[in-house]
C-alpha cells in the first residue's frame, strides 16, 4: 500500500483526527482536516480535468434536489431521463422514463453507491470500494448518447454520499471508512478542504446557508458541518437524535433511557407550507376589562412576519435499546419491548435546521397492524413539494411507503404502500409527471410508481449475464430480510446489528452480560470458532444458534449455508492510507510484547500483503484472569446455556482486521477508543499500557492500518 496512492487529499489526517482519542461530544466535533500533497489532487485516468468538454448539450439536472441516490433524474428536451448506479453490474446507465429503454451506459472502476447531476449536467458517482469519485459528461452525437468520463477524484476511503451547494460552488462527499466529509469547487472538482467526523457518515445534504447535514450509520446523532466558518470557529456540530420510548408506562420506568440509533443512511430537506399567521381572533381592540365594560380601541399592531413555508430536515432511521447493566434481560441482544416499543423501532426523526435541534423527544409503539411489516431497514428517502409527502424505500419487505411528511413521526403515519424489486436502494420524485423512480439492486431493476394513479411498472435495465451464484442472491436475500418470524422473534434482519456486514456500534444486554456487536466483513474465514463465547466450530452451528437465542424458529439447512456462503463473501472495508513507516514500527511493537501469542497472522491465501496482513484469533482467553494470554480451550455449549467458560471469562479473540472502524472495544464495549484500551493500567492486554506514548501510538497506527 503505498503511501502516495491518494496522496492528494488528506486521508491520512482524516482518519488520524477522526480516531484520535476523542469522545462523546469531542468525537462529534472534529476540526478541519487540512489538504496535502497538493499539485495534483484529481488523479490521472482517461482525462485530467473535470470541467466539461461541451458544456450546453446533453441532458441536465430536473428538478430541485442537489443529493445524491443511487437514481437521479435529468431532462433533455422534453424526455425525463434516469441515471441509476447499478453496483452488482459496476455500470452507471441511462434510462428513458417514459420508453424504459436504456440509451446508454458507462462501465465503472468500482460498485457505484450515488449519482448526483450536477446543473450543466455533468454527473458525479461515488465508488465507495475504488476510493474516489468518477466525473462523466454526457454526449449526444447524431441522436446517439455517450457518457465521456472526465476525471477521477480521490478521497478519502469509502465515499458514498453526494451533495451540491445550492449555488453549486462546491460540491461535497461524505467518506464511511475514514469517516470525513470532503469539499470539492464546484467548477474543477478539485478538492479543496477536508472535515473529520464521527465514524459512518452516510447520507448528505447542503442548505442555502453553506450548512452541511450529515447523517451516520452507527448512531443516534446528525453532523453540521459549517463550509464558511473561518478558521478560528469550530466548524462542526451535533444533533441529537436519541429519543425516549413513548408511553405512560415508559416514562414510569423508563424516564431516563435515551435510546441510540442505527440505520441513518438518508435524509431530505422538506418545505411545508405554514397556516395562516391570524389565529381568528379580532385584532380591532384590546382585551376586556375588569368587570366587562368594553375596552378602548387600541392603536393596530404591526404583526410578525411570517415565513410562507416552514423548512425541516427529516432522518428516516431506527431507534435502537440496546439494554444496559441496570435492567437485567433474560432475552439475547437487547431488552424486551418497553411497553410496546421494541428494541429496534422505526422513525422519522424531524430536525429544526436554523435551531440545530430534533423536534422529536420520543418514538411510539405501534399498532398490532403496524408492527408487521415494519420499516426496519429505511434506505432512502426523497420528498415531493407538490403533495407534502415523504416516500422512504425499505430494504427486508421490498416496499416504498408513502408518509405524511406534516406528521409528528411520519413513520407512523404510513398513507400507501407500494411493493418493488428486491433491494431498493434510491428514491428520485419527478413533481410535475407524478413519478417516482425507484432504483432496486437485485434483480437489475427500477420501479416506475405513478403516484396519482399507485400503478406499479418495472423496468429492466441492460445488464451482463448475473455474475453472482444463486446460492450468494439467496444469502443476501436473507440478510436483509426482516419480519421473517424463521430468523427472529421480533423482525430484525442479520443486517439490523451488522449493517452492510460491519457493525452498528452497540454494546448489547444478555444473560450472560454485554457483549458488543462485532464486525463480519473480510473476518470470517479462518477465524473458528465463532461467538464471543460460544465456541460454535462453524458458521452454520452459530447461525442456527444465534436464531435460536433470537426466538426465530428455524430455516432449512439450504437457506443457512446459503446465509453462511454471502457473510463469507463479505468484503473488507479498503484500508486507510496511514504513515507506513509508524505502522512499520508498531507492527515491531505489535509482535515484540507479545500481541500475536492471541492474535495470529491472516492465513497466505487471503490476498494481503504481508507486511500488513491482517491478525485473526489464536483461540479463547480469560480476558479478565489471564494477563499472560494463556489459551482456554472453548467447550461445547448448549444453546442459551452458561458453561465454565463463561463463569471464568474466556471469550473468543477476535480479528483485528478493520479495528478502526469498530468502535467501541473489548467484549462488553468498555472503551469507546483505542487509545483508551491500549492506555488502560488494568487491561488484561499484557504490558502494552506500560508502554512510551510513542511506542503505543505506533501500535495504534499499525492497528488502523489493517
Request: contains cysteine; negative net charge.
Amino acid at each position: 500500500m503505498g503511501q502516495g496512492l491518494l496522496s492528494a487529499v488528506a486521508i491520512a489526517a482524516a482518519a488520524t483526527a477522526a480516531c484520535s482519542g476523542a469522545t462523546g461530544d469531542e468525537a462529534a466535533s472534529p476540526q478541519r482536516v487540512p489538504l496535502v500533497g497538493g499539485e495534483q489532487p484529481v488523479a490521472k485516468g482517461p482525462g485530467d480535468r473535470c470541467e466539461r468538454n461541451l458544456p450546453g448539450k446533453g441532458p441536465t439536472r430536473e428538478g430541485a434536489s442537489r443529493q445524491g441516490s443511487s437514481v437521479a433524474l435529468a431532462r433533455e428536451g422534453k424526455s425525463l431521463l434516469a441515471y441509476v448506479a447499478d453496483r452488482d453490474a459496476h455500470r452507471l446507465s441511462l434510462v428513458d422514463v417514459k420508453t424504459s429503454k436504456t440509451i446508454t451506459q458507462a462501465t465503472t472502476l468500482g460498485s457505484p453507491e450515488q449519482v448526483l447531476v450536477l446543473g450543466d449536467g455533468r454527473v458525479v458517482v461515488s465508488l465507495p470500494d475504488a476510493g474516489f469519485v468518477d466525473v462523466y459528461e454526457p454526449v449526444v452525437e447524431a441522436e446517439a448518447h455517450r457518457l465521456d468520463h472526465l476525471c477521477r477524484v480521490p478521497v478519502p476511503a469509502g465515499p458514498f454520499g453526494l451533495a451540491a451547494a445550492t449555488d453549486e460552488g462546491s460540491v461535497v462527499v461524505t467518506s464511511a471508512f475514514d469517516p470525513a466529509l470532503t469539499v470539492l469547487d464546484g467548477s474543477s472538482l478539485r478538492p479543496t478542504k477536508a472535515f473529520a467526523l464521527a465514524r459512518s457518515p452516510r447520507g448528505v445534504l447542503v442548505d442555502e446557508t453553506g450548512r452541511a447535514f450529515v447523517t451516520h450509520l452507527n448512531a443516534a446523532r446528525l453532523s453540521v458541518v459549517d463550509l464558511t466558518a473561518p478558521a478560528d470557529r469550530p466548524a462542526t456540530r451535533k444533533v441529537d437524535l436519541r429519543v425516549r420510548a413513548g408511553s405512560q408506562i415508559a416514562e414510569q420506568k423508563n424516564l431516563a433511557v435515551l435510546r441510540e440509533g442505527s440505520q441513518a443512511y438518508a435524509l431530505a430537506s422538506v418545505e411545508l407550507a405554514r397556516p395562516s399567521a391570524s389565529n381568528g381572533a379580532s385584532t380591532e381592540g384590546g382585551p376586556a376589562l375588569q368587570g366587562g365594560a368594553p375596552s378602548p380601541k387600541a392603536p393596530p399592531q404591526p404583526q410578525p412576519k411570517v415565513p410562507p413555508r416552514s423548512k425541516r430536515i427529516v432522518v428516516p432511521m431506527v431507534s435502537v435499546d440496546p439494554g444496559d447493566d441496570s435492567r437485567p434481560t433474560q432475552f439475547y441482544y437487547g431488552p424486551p419491548p418497553v411497553a410496546g416499543v421494541p428494541k429496534q423501532a422505526p422513525i422519522t426523526v424531524i430536525v429544526d435546521p436554523a435551531a440545530e435541534k430534533s423536534l422529536v423527544s420520543h418514538v411510539l409503539a405501534p399498532t398490532a397492524k403496524l408492527r408487521r411489516e415494519e420499516c426496519l431497514l429505511p434506505r432512502a428517502v426523497a420528498f415531493r413539494a407538490s403533495t407534502e409527502r415523504l416516500y422512504v424505500a425499505c430494504l427486508g419487505i421490498d416496499a416504498v411507503f408513502e408518509l405524511d411528511a406534516r406528521a409528528a413521526d411520519p413513520m407512523r403515519a404510513v398513507m400507501r404502500r407500494f411493493d418493488v424489486p428486491q433491494f431498493p436502494t434510491g428514491i428520485a420524485i419527478a413533481d410535475t409527471e407524478g413519478i417516482a423512480l425507484v432504483a432496486a439492486q437485485e434483480l437489475g431493476q427500477i420501479a416506475r410508481i405513478d403516484l396519482d394513479s399507485g400503478a406499479v411498472a418495472f423496468v429492466n435495465l441492460e445488464r451482463p449475464s448475473d455474475s453472482f451464484s444463486t446460492e450468494f442472491l439467496l444469502g443476501r436475500q436473507l440478510f436483509h430480510r426482516t419480519d421473517d418470524p424463521r430468523m427472529t422473534a421480533d423482525g430484525i434482519a442479520c443486517a439490523s446489528c451488522h449493517p452492510e456486514g460491519g457493525d452498528d456500534g452497540h454494546t448489547w444486554a444478555t444473560p450472560e452480560g454485554p457483549r458488543q456487536t462485532l464486525m463480519l466483513a473480510g473476518r470470517v474465514t479462518g477465524s473458528e470458532p465463532y461467538g464471543w463465547s460460544r465456541g460454535k466450530p462453524n458458521l452454520h452451528e452459530y447461525i442456527t444458534d444465534t436464531m435460536s437465542r433470537l426466538g426465530g424458529g428455524s430455516l432449512d439447512r439450504n437457506d443457512v449455508e446459503a446465509l453462511a456462503f454471502y457473510v463469507k463473501s463479505l468484503k473488507a472495508p479498503p484500508r486507510a492510507n496511514i504513515e507506513v513507516s509508524l505502522a512499520e514500527k508498531g507492527r515491531a511493537a505489535f509482535e515484540a510484547r507479545g500481541c500475536k501469542s492471541c492474535h495470529i497472522d491472516a492465513p497466505q491465501d487471503s490476498g494481503l500483503t504481508e507486511s500488513f496482513a491482517s491478525v485473526m484469533r489464536a483461540s479463547a482467553h480469560d480476558t479478565e484472569a489471564q494477563p499472560d494470554f494463556a489459551p482456554i480451550l472453548p467447550k461445547p455449549k448448549d444453546v442459551g446455556s452458561k458453561t465454565e467458560n463463561d463463569d471464568v471469562g474466556a471469550f473468543d479473540t477476535p480479528s483485528l482486521f478493520g479495528v478502526r472502524l469498530t468502535a467501541p472495544y473489548y467484549h462488553d464495549g468498555r472503551y469507546d477508543t483505542l487509545d483508551a484500551l491500549l492506555a488502560d493500567p488494568k487491561s488484561s492486554m499484557g504490558e502494552v499500557s506500560r508502554l512510551s506514548v510513542e511506542e503505543r501510538a505506533a501500535i495504534k497506527s499499525y492497528l488502523e492500518s489493517l
